[in-house]
T-cell receptor, first 113, second 113 residues
Framework: GQQLNQSPQSMFIQEGEDVSMNCTSS?????WLWYKQDPGEGPVLLIA?????ELTSNGRLTAQFGITRKDSFLNISASIPSDVGIYFC?????????????FGSGTQLTVLP | EAGVAQSPRYKIIEKRQSVAFWCNPI?????LYWYQQILGQGPKLLIQ????????DSQLPKDRFSAERLKGVDSTLKIQPAKLEDSAVYLC???????????FGPGTRLTVT
């Protein structure tokens, strides 16, 4: 099946710093999504990317759909304490009438004051 | 707009017992998903419904897991009998169609002892 490699597994950064994380796949995806999950909650959608090469921003977050359709990255600028959480990439491909979403293993972000 | 509702939030059972989880998707969302999230991993799709029909259940362990969405709205996921390795968070998500922007509930944390 589809597999996503997400890195880094964890990050410790100072408040105000920028952070970058990425996902790579052995297969092509039609869509890339980035989610954030806080403890005890479900993942919350941050950004959705639908075209190869697409660069999309949502406030301090910027994500890009790799031109090869096998990778994506997420940047967070000027990090703040509430950015703490686990960030997941997810890739989507169509299989008949089903559209499966495959998740990476997550990047645990810690923001130090 | 109310989000995806799930209950219970926590459940502790002994192995070989049965358990059921309930999900109420966002109003009007035709597609409903159940995911299993093991600690330290990303969510893994178990089953996808389109209205009250199953679209994809290829990763559902059908010998012990079952799910239904009888009226195309609420859904239940059942495990019978439970095993220790079923300990995980069970997430329900919904989307308007078969698109990729899935909205997650808070999950049910299951502990099997």
């Amino acid at each position: 099946g589809q597999q996503l490699n997400q890195s880094p597994q964890s990050m410790f950064i100072q408040e105000g710093e920028d952070v970058s994380m990425n996902c790579t796949s052995s297969s092509i995806f039609n869509t890339w999504l980035w989610y954030k999950q806080d403890p005890g909650e479900g993942p919350v959608l941050l950004i959705a990317l639908y075209k190869a090469g697409e660069l999309t921003s949502n406030g301090r977050l910027t994500a890009q759909f790799g031109i090869t359709r096998k990778d994506s990255f997420l940047n967070i600028s000027a990090s703040i304490p509430s950015d703490v959480g686990i960030y997941f990439c997810a890739g989507s491909f169509s299989s008949g009438s089903a559209r499966q979403l495959t998740f990476g293993s997550g990047t645990q972000l810690t923001v130090l004051p | 707009e109310a989000g995806v509702a799930q209950s219970p939030r926590y459940k502790i059972i002994e192995k070989r017992q049965s358990v059921a989880f309930w999900c109420n998707p966002i109003s009007g969302h035709a597609t409903l998903y159940w995911y299993q999230q093991i600690l330290g991993q990303g969510p893994k799709l178990l089953i996808q419904f389109q209205n009250n029909g199953v679209v994809d259940d290829s990763q559902l362990p059908k010998d012990r897991f079952s799910a239904e969405r009888l009226k195309g709205v609420d859904s239940t996921l059942k495990i019978q009998p439970a095993k220790l390795e079923d300990s995980a968070v069970y997430l329900c998500a919904s989307s308007p169609g078969q698109g990729d922007e899935q909205y997650f509930g808070p999950g049910t944390r299951l502990t099997v002892t």
